[in-house]
């Protein structure tokens, strides 16, 4: 029983570690992830698909919620203008279904 409640908060800390519930910041210094976002899914790091509801942005698989309270985040991001600036280059969506990685090289900034 004991074992069963360890391997439960396990996963379940696992899940909240890769939830992708993200607070945009008005200051870099803020942030952890500085973000660049490109009107060309071809440059992109990530495609990402911004989804209205919480329980849909879980795991790392580009499906964004953004929330309104810095303390509730997973992530803190910060929007960039320039692309030599950023850690991750972006891409949005309006299909859920093409969310995801193109270069997987840069999965470990939204851990």
Known sequence: MKR????LVLSLIGYAASAQIVYSTDFK???KVKVYVTEFKSEADLIVYVTDFK???RDNKG????T???SEAKK??????YK???DLVIYFTEYKSEAGWRKKSKMHLMY
């Open 4 to 7: 069963m409640i360890t391997l």
């Open 29 to 31: 210094s803020e942030a």
């Open 55 to 57: 329980s849909e942005a």
């Open 63 to 66: 499906l964004w919620y953004f």
């Open 68 to 70: 309104e309270f810095k």
């Open 76 to 81: 803190k991001i910060y929007f960039t203008e």
């Open 84 to 86: 030599s600036e950023a």
